[in-house]
């Protein structure tokens, strides 16, 4: 089973809008899922994605689900604004892909399966996991 299917958009976008929009072919709204994934995954890197998106019904966070679905019918709306409210839809994508971003920065801990190291055991040059690093702005005086 995949990780979002077609019928569950209805809770994001009207059964009668897809249809407008696709004209009947569900490989449009397919592709809009499976690019919604791409790009979530590609924000998710740290995670075990393959669990993560492998996941189905009541396994999967919910929250991902629906930024992903947000996602996804950004992606399908591109295509036609067929009675879609279109500023309303680019609002939710935004806030989406900013999420994402906080996860990725680690702002934000999702709970979703970590990603484990290959091998299956920890690392001689990282023992103790993701490092960040960084410095303060760089001061220059005027006198």
Request: hydrophobic share 35%; charged share 25%.
């Amino acid at each position: 089973m995949a990780y979002l299917t077609l019928q569950e958009l209805s809770t994001h976008l009207h059964d009668e809008q897809v249809e407008t929009i696709t004209r009947g072919d569900n490989t449009i709204a397919e592709a809009a899922i499976d690019a919604a994934i791409a790009e979530a995954r590609g924000y998710l890197t740290r995670f075990d994605t393959a669990r993560t998106f492998s996941a189905s019904g009541s396994k999967r966070n919910q929250l991902l689900l629906i930024f992903v679905k947000d996602i996804a019918v950004w992606h399908l709306i591109n295509l036609c604004n067929a009675g879609s409210e279109l500023p309303l839809r680019q609002d939710r994508y935004e806030r989406a892909v900013d999420w994402l971003k906080a996860v990725q920065r680690g702002d934000v801990s999702p709970d979703l399966p970590s990603k484990e190291p290959e091998g299956g055991k920890a690392e001689k040059n990282n023992p103790i996991g993701p490092v960040a690093y960084g410095s303060n702005p760089k001061r220059t005086q005027h006198y």
